[in-house]
C-alpha cells in the first residue's frame, strides 16, 4: 500500500522512487531545488491534473518496489557519498569537456542564423566552470568533514558544516537556474526539424546533463544535508 498522498512533498517522492524524477522532470515539476511542496500544489502551478500524476508515481512505486539499487535514499552517508562520486561527479568530470568542442562548433555553424545556440554556449560555459569547481570543494573539503561528523558527531564538526552546506545549496540553486534557461531557449532541447548531427548531439546531451545534475542536487540537498541538518 502506498503512502504517497497529494499533499507528500515532491522531493520526498524522488527520494523514494528515484524514477520519478524523470516523470516530474517531463512535467516540469522541480524536484530538486523547489522540491519541498506538496505534489498537490506543484500540480496546480503547472495547472495539471494532481490525481492522474499521484497514479503515474503509485504505478512506478510499485513496479520499482524490489529494484533496491536504484534507491540511494536508503544507502548509509558513506555509501551516499561514495554513490554520489563514482556516478555523478565522475560523470560531470567525462561529459563536460568531452561535450564542450560540440557547443562550440554547434555555436560557431549554426550561431548566425540560430543566435539562441550563442547563449547556449555562454551558459554552458558557465555551467560547465562552476560545476567542476563545486564538485572539487565537495570531494575535497565538504564530505570529508560530513565522514567526520557521522563517525565522531561534534558540536564543532556541526558548526564548521553549517556555512559550507549552506554555500552548496547556494550554488546548487544558481547551476538549477542555468539549467532552468537553458531549457528555456532550446524549446525544451528540441532542435529544428532539419537539424544536423551535431546539433541532435548536442541537444540530447544537454537533456542528459540536465537529468543527471537534477539528480545529483536532490540527492544532496534533499537526503545528505538533510541528514546532516536532522543530526545536528
Known amino acids: ?32 531545488c523547489g522540491g519541498k511542496v506538496p505534489l498537490e500544489e506543484a500540480a496546480y502551478k503547472r495547472k495539471l491534473d494532481a490525481a492522474v500524476i499521484l497514479e503515474e508515481i503509485k504505478t512506478l512505486e510499485t513496479k520499482m518496489a524490489d529494484y533496491r539499487e536504484s534507491r540511494p535514499g536508503e544507502l548509509t552517508e558513506p555509501e551516499l557519498i561514495e554513490y554520489i ?3 555523478h561527479h565522475a560523470f560531470l568530470r567525462e561529459e563536460l ?3 564542450t568542442p560540440y557547443v562550440t562548433k554547434l555555436a560557431r ?20 566552470k562552476e560545476l567542476l569547481e563545486h564538485t572539487e570543494d565537495e570531494d575535497l573539503n565538504v564530505f570529508p568533514l560530513i565522514l567526520k561528523f557521522v563517525t565522531n558527531p561534534s558540536l564543532q564538526a556541526a558548526e564548521e558544516l553549517k556555512p559550507l552546506v549552506s ?26 526539424v532539419d537539424a544536423c548531427g551535431t546539433y541532435r548531439l548536442v541537444y540530447q546531451r544537454l537533456a542528459m546533463l540536465e537529468k543527471d545534475t537534477f539528480e545529483h542536487i536532490h540527492l544532496e540537498n534533499n537526503v545528505l544535508f538533510e541528514r546532516m541538518r536532522a543530526a545536528e
Not at 499533499?7 to 524522488?14: A, L, P, Y
Not at 554555500?167 to 529544428?192: C, M, V
Open 1 to 32: 500500500m502506498s503512502s504517497f498522498t497529494l499533499q507528500t512533498q515532491v522531493s520526498d517522492i524522488v527520494t523514494a522512487v528515484p524514477q520519478t524524477a524523470d516523470l516530474f522532470r517531463a512535467l516540469r515539476i522541480d524536484f530538486c
Open 85 to 87: 562520486q563514482h556516478k
Open 97 to 99: 569537456p568531452a561535450l
Open 109 to 128: 555553424v549554426h550561431g548566425e542564423h540560430h543566435p539562441e545556440l550563442l547563449r547556449v554556449q555562454a551558459i554552458f560555459a558557465d555551467l560547465s
Open 167 to 192: 554555500e552548496l545549496e547556494q550554488e546548487h540553486e544558481q547551476a538549477g537556474g542555468l539549467l532552468k534557461e537553458l531549457r528555456e531557449i532550446t524549446s525544451g532541447f528540441a532542435p529544428p
